[in-house]
């Protein structure tokens, strides 16, 4: 439809773009964030079974205890190509072969900035550097590709010479780097069409300018072949580009298959979990609310055509479409809700139970399944018997394990108190009450988990809300305390009771 510049190439007529994906490296370079080895080993393999080309493991140079996480995921023997980050200084490539890696992201100064003022050097000491190390690294059979810092605010003609030079002494690939995320789209097409003369090109954009997958794309149409990003877009700064929002850019607006895209919310999800940087709701692909509809029109819409209001299935992604009930709710969308929870009302009953879920929107809040169970209940009159409650917690944390002991009754029987431990009181307590249910709660899936204070101090009110699921039935319920174990305990029983509880799966005490 739209003219292309002359400079470019039709994005759908590329047969081969690889990620590279540094969520282990520059992603763990994010303000207050540090991987253990355990978490980043898991994350490669996640990575890998997702079909990323190459994964940069660390930075060698960054000390002892990232050289042996580094090594660790070289050994997991992956289809991956396993990297590290190196500088322009031999003994770093020495340190990542020590690692065991197939090769190096070599980080070399291009900009004047960091040739004169961050390394002191000149451009022909700083490019004949460059060539030594490369061929250094390429004669100890590393894969190498050649990342000029700062590229996007470096002299042209003194990339294209320094990088050029790079690919004349052996280097696999070079590197774009809008290091800062300063770069314009035009920027960026001016910059990556000059280096695809030289050799295979990467990009690696940054998000400062909220444009690092505008940047990806033009990239691409500029003759680069490889992505550099993270999953979920972490990163120094406002992140770098989010890997799983190229993929599915690439793919659903152009054909082009990357990665398996169905496995990403699970990685995103694994990610979040290992940094504690929680997923913007907002976030394309794997944001909360990414396949959410509340709105009346959207939410009938949506039930009259699951592509309504939809660019993509939510389940290209990994993911499961959400009718939310808010202050937006329409009666259509009241009515799909009660009937997934098998409840059935006449029109005067849905009227009342669409005014109060209404009602209780406007009050800012977001209306769970419990609470639209429990309006539907004061609708129909018909209740509820409560079968499993909680009767005592009690934890102890601080100095040693945390631990907590939970009493529980089914259909009013209080049950022998059980212990467990656990990283945090929480952990210890949640863990408690599946053994108290001997399975069952296990059977039910703690499909997600979130904490919001509402107030500021020590002594804050917390929401803690859980969704629990037992096969295609889900449960999502919302419990405010000021301690948080408690209502962490309470949601998730509340939402095992509403799941249903099965007989078999309540031994009796002996
Ligand atoms: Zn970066």
């Not at 197939?102 to 550097?129: C, F, M, Y």
């Not at 709701?281 to 509340?294: D, Q």
């Not at 299935?313 to 929870?341: D, F, I, N």
């Not at 863990?431 to 899936?445: F, I, K, M, N, P």
Request: glycine fraction near 10%; include cysteine.
């Amino acid at each position: 439809m739209f003219g292309r510049h002359p400079d470019t190439r039709a994005l759908s007529e590329l047969s081969k773009v690889q990620l590279l994906d540094t969520t282990l490296r520059d992603g763990e370079q994010a303000p207050g964030v540090s991987m253990s080895a355990d978490e980043k080993a898991h994350i490669a393999r996640g990575l890998d079974d997702a079909g990323i080309d190459v994964i940069e493991a660390g930075s060698a140079p960054t000390g002892q205890q990232e050289r042996e996480t580094i090594a660790r995921v070289a050994d997991l023997d992956l289809d991956a190509t396993v990297t590290s980050f190196t500088r322009g200084v031999k003994r770093d490539i020495d340190q990542a072969m020590g690692c065991g890696v197939d090769g190096i992201n070599l980080v070399v100064p291009a900009s004047d900035r960091h040739v004169r003022e961050k390394v002191a050097t000149s451009w022909a000491e700083n490019r004949q550097q460059t060539v030594e190390l490369v061929e250094y690294a390429t004669d100890h059979d590393l894969w190498v590709e050649v990342i000029g810092e700062d590229g996007s605010r470096a002299d042209p003609d003194y990339l294209e010479d320094l990088l050029g030079a790079a690919i004349d002494a052996g280097a696999d690939r070079i590197c774009y780097a809008d290091t800062v995320g300063h770069a314009t789209p035009d920027r960026t097409l001016a910059y990556v069409s000059r280096l695809a003369e030289l050799g295979p090109v990467s990009t690696h954009t940054h998000d400062d300018l909220g444009l690092a997958v505008t940047n990806v794309l033009v990239s691409l149409a500029a003759g680069a072949d490889m992505v550099h990003g993270t999953i979920g877009g972490i990163g120094e700064r406002a992140g770098n580009v989010a890997l799983e929002e190229v993929a599915i850019a690439l793919a659903h607006g152009y054909g082009i298959e990357t990665m398996a895209l169905e496995q990403v919310y699970e990685l995103a999800q694994t990610v979040a979990a290992a940094t504690g940087i929680d997923l913007p709701p907002n976030k394309a692909v794997v944001g909360e609310n990414a396949f959410t509809h509340e709105s009346g029109i959207h939410t009938d819409g949506t039930l009259k055509d699951d592509a309504m209001y939809e660019p993509y299935p939510p389940e290209t992604v990994g993911r499961q479409r959400r009718l939310a009930l808010g202050k937006h709710a329409g009666r259509s969308g009241v009515r799909a809700a009660l009937e997934e929870h098998d409840v059935e009302v006449d029109d005067d009953e849905l009227e009342a139970v669409f005014q109060r879920v209404k009602q209780l929107g406007e009050r800012d809040k977001r209306v769970t399944d419990a609470d639209l169970l429990a309006i539907a209940e004061e609708a129909t009159g018909e209740t509820h018997e409560r079968r499993v409650e909680l009767v005592e917690l009690t934890t102890v944390a601080g100095v040693g394990t945390p631990t907590a002991t939970v009493v529980i009754s089914v259909d009013g029987d209080e049950r022998d108190p059980v212990s467990a431990t656990g990283t945090g009181p929480v952990d210890a307590a949640i863990s408690a009450v599946e053994e108290a249910l001997a399975g069952h709660a296990a059977a039910a899936a703690l499909d997600s988990y979130h904490v919001d204070a509402i107030t500021g101090g020590t002594d804050a009110v917390v929401t803690v809300e859980v969704t629990m699921s037992r096969g295609d039935r889900s449960v999502t319920v919302a419990q405010s305390d000021s301690d948080i174990t408690r209502a962490s305990v309470e949601a998730m029983l509340y939402a095992i009771d509403r799941l249903g509880v099965p007989d078999d799966a309540v031994p009796a005490d002996d």
